[in-house]
T-cell receptor, first 116, second 115 residues
């Protein structure tokens, strides 16, 4: 079965710093997404990572705070910039695979971020 | 705007009890519907899905869900829960928004099953 790998799995960071989260998939995907799951809450879509172009951000999320790259079909990064304690969340990568039904999204294990 | 409502945030059951988790969505167009499950310490997994056809869909581990279009509902059921069903359950709708499909999640229901 296809694998979605996220690194790091968890981190503790100081306020004002930035963290880059990586998402690597072992099969070709059509779409890649980044979600945030704040403590005790549901998943919120941050942006759709577009290959070779700027990501499409949802309302309330901006590129300066959450820059995203997707240099190829199977890899993407999300950076959480100038962090504050409010950014403490689980960040999840999600994909749709080329080889699987198109409207099903699969999720990585997530990156648990704590900001002090 | 599209939204998904899950009626129960916390549910506590004894083993062998029956389970029904409510999910309602607001969207007038064609939707794909999903239930995802997140077991403690694990990542989000697909439990079942509805795209079209028979509105009663069966998923893994004995779960099923019924799509009732007139009620905009997609409730999750299991006749007899087990301790291993302790998890958080998320209803999600894939709907078209802003020119592309977007997966929208409900707030989640945390289920605790006691032996």
């Amino acid at each position: 079965s296809a694998v979605i790998s996220q690194k790091p799995s968890r981190d503790i960071c100081q306020r004002g710093t930035s963290l880059t989260i990586q998402c690597q998939v072992d099969s070709q995907v059509t779409m890649m997404f980044w979600y945030r799951q704040q403590p005790g809450q549901s998943l919120t879509l941050i942006a759709t990572a577009n290959q070779g172009s700027e990501a499409t951000y949802e309302s309330g999320f901006v590129i300066d705070k959450f820059p995203i790259s997707r240099p190829n079909l199977t890899f993407s990064t999300l950076t959480v910039s100038n962090m504050s304690p409010e950014d403490s969340s689980i960040y999840l990568c999600s994909v749709k695979f080329v080889a699987l039904p198109q409207n099903i999204q699969y999720f990585g294990a997530g990156t648990r971020l704590s900001v002090l | 705007a599209q939204s998904v409502s899950q009626h129960n945030h916390h549910v506590i059951l004894s083993e062998a009890a029956s389970l029904e988790l409510g999910c309602n969505y607001s969207y007038g167009g064609t939707v794909n519907l999903f239930w995802y499950v997140q077991y403690p310490g694990q990542h989000l997994q697909l439990l079942l899905k509805y795209f079209s056809g028979d509105p009663l869909v069966k998923g893994i581990k004995g779960f099923e869900a019924e799509f009732i279009k007139s009620k905009f509902s997609f409730n999750l059921r299991k006749p007899s829960v087990q301790w291993s069903d302790t998890a958080e359950y998320f209803c999600a709708v894939n709907a078209r928004s802003g020119g592309y499909n977007k997966l929208i999640f409900g707030a989640g229901t945390r289920l605790a099953v006691h032996p």
